[in-house]
């Protein structure tokens, strides 16, 4: 069993490797800031690791979608990459694609922010300055509420993600996009502000 820890620039080489589309790569460095962002919130003390582990965990889905999270537990052992970060990228699968359990707090971040980065990205699109330097909680939740908008988010496992890290639903979504804002201009979001 491997220790490998790969640096960020090892990590991006490999998402690009197997991700050729724009709007993925932009989906992985937003989970990326997302996931710096609650390890710098939280204290934790390999930040680095969060950030990894939040830029790869859709390694496989543009190229295997069909095998998402299975097969990068292939590509990534093939590269002798620990198991702890292989494990944490599959989790965020859990009961949609594979039956790995989110456990540690890093896993279960990673399992409740994914797809709300993908309803804070598009809530931000709809502004008339296509920023989400100026998206606000409360617009984020209007669209929550509205289940035709950004049909394909999964508004149910954010909730249980939320219930898994035992933390208010509002406090991840205002965290979520404070980590995104950090990124706007890297993930194509900083529109015309």
Not at 14 to 28: D, Q, T
Not at 63 to 85: A, F, Q, V
Not at 164 to 180: A, P, Q
Request: proline share 3%; glycine share 6%.
């Amino acid at each position: 069993m491997s220790d490998y820890k790969p640096t960020r620039e090892e990590a991006f080489e490999l998402l690009k490797e197997f991700n050729k589309s724009e709007s993925l790569i932009k989906h992985a460095l937003s989970v990326e800031a997302v996931m710096r962002h609650f390890a710098e919130l939280f204290n934790e003390p390999d930040v680095e690791k969060w950030g990894i582990i939040g830029l790869t965990h859709d390694l496989d889905y543009e190229m295997y979608p069909e095998e998402h999270c299975k097969k990068t537990g292939e590509i990534l052992r093939e590269r002798n990459w620990s198991e702890d970060y292989i494990h944490a990228i599959q989790s965020h699968g859990y009961g949609i694609c594979i039956d790995i359990e989110p456990i540690e707090k890093m896993e279960k971040m990673l399992y409740t922010t994914d797809e709300l980065t993908g309803l804070i990205a598009a809530t931000a699109l709809m502004r008339p300055s296509k920023s989400i330097l100026d998206t606000e909680l409360k617009s984020i939740k209007k669209k929550w509420k509205t289940k035709g908008f950004a049909a394909g988010v999964n508004r149910e496992l954010i909730a249980e993600g939320a219930q898994k890290l035992g933390m208010d639903l509002d406090t991840i979504i205002e965290e979520t996009l404070k980590g995104m804002q950090k990124e706007a201009d890297a993930i194509g979001l900083k529109g015309s502000l």
